[in-house]
């Protein structure tokens, strides 16, 4: 025994990224190498066995397979601390957004057959690993910020709690909130003619900073790209039953309009559901079974699978075509 906490590190369908965060938060910080021993972590350690207890364990990606299933129970069962690390685990992430298609078709598109025996085998649909099992803190972000991770394992290794941020990206985005004179929406990416310093919002395009959980410094805002949401709902959103992202956004913008949000929000609803593809709303989230119980959360997934992209689906279809030689 070294006197270290055990870590370790259970890479589910991600893309590595929250891997590479973590290594470089143990990397930078000498004091949690003291702290922490890797026992499990198949990028780092030639471990390739679980061990039966384990202090911390953090699952990286989406549960998108049996196996991915298996290891995150596994990783339930067997440590005292469970994090879900990055939104493909808290929410389901960039690669939950497959989930509006059925898995099968994307398979065929991409390998030319709909099931190949000697891979893991595919779940129905893309899970959020929080969604499963009980995780004890989530680090959101896509991927999320090396201080964060340092500063969660910090906090375990001192028994504390690890805090929870309370604010939105707007807190860090230095683009001005003005009122809205017309209320429209305009669907495209801002060119070049938007004002600078002006809210997204406030010029009628589509921002999810004022839904989104702080942390991250507002880095897309500030070069004139509209916050898409990668760090995860704000955790008003997250906790309150009453309150998903379509109507939080759609309350700041009729605030921003100067309508009534008590009367006025279902019409403002309506006008962002017919503006834009459902999934604008959920890219980082839309696997999320916490979101989808939300009022509007469930509308908006039962829209999306109904209104399935026709131009990417024909897309699909032209892909499995051309998988089987047939062009
Ligand atoms: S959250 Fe982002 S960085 Fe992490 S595994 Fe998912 S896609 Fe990769
Ligand atoms: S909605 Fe977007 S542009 Fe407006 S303040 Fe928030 S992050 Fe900045
Ligand atoms: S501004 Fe939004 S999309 Fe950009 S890094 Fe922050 S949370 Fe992610």
């Not at 839904?211 to 906790?239: D, K, N, Q, S, Y």
């Not at 209104?307 to 689906?313: H, M, S």
């Amino acid at each position: 025994m070294t006197g270290k906490l055990t870590l370790a590190l259970i890479p589910l369908s991600g893309c590595g990224g929250c891997e590479v965060q973590a290594l470089r938060a143990l990397a930078l910080h000498e004091d949690l190498q003291e702290r922490y021993e890797i026992v499990y972590w198949p990028l780092v350690v030639e471990e390739t066995r679980l061990p039966e207890k384990i202090d911390v364990a953090i699952v990286e990606g989406l549960v998108r397979t049996r196996e991915n299933l298996e290891m995150l129970r596994e990783a339930r069962l067997r440590s005292r601390t469970l994090i879900a690390l990055g939104s493909c685990a808290a929410w389901g992430g960039i690669g939950g957004s497959a989930d509006s298609f059925n898995p099968w078709l994307s398979m065929k598109a991409i390998y030319g057959r709909e099931k190949i025996e000697e891979s893991a085998e595919m779940l129905p649909r893309a899970y959020a690993a929080a969604d499963l099992v009980p995780v004890d803190y989530v680090i959101s972000r896509c991927p999320p910020p090396v201080e964060h991770i340092a500063l969660a394992l910090r906090a375990i290794a001192e028994g504390k709690r690890v805090p929870v941020a309370d604010s939105t990206v707007c807190s860090q985005c230095p683009r001005e909130m003005k009122p809205i004179e017309q209320l429209e929406f305009k669907p495209g990416l801002p060119g070049p003619d938007a004002d600078p310093n002006t809210c997204f919002l406030s010029q009628g395009y589509l921002c999810l900073g004022s839904v989104t959980t702080v942390g991250c410094g507002a880095p897309c805002p500030r070069h004139g790209i509209p916050c898409f949401g990668c760090g995860g709902p704000h955790l008003e959103i997250a906790e309150r039953r009453d309150m998903d992202i379509v109507t939080a956004l759609a309350r700041k913008i009729a605030t921003l309009a100067g309508l009534d949000p008590a009367n006025d929000l279902d019409k403002v609803v309506d006008m962002l559901l017919k503006t834009y593809d459902p999934r604008r709303f959920y890219v980082f989230t839309f696997a999320s079974q916490v979101l989808r119980r939300k009022p509007h959360g469930y509308a908006v997934h039962a829209l999306a699978s109904t209104r399935r992209n026709p131009v990417f689906v024909k897309r699909l279809e032209e892909r499995a075509r051309f998988a089987q030689g047939e062009e």
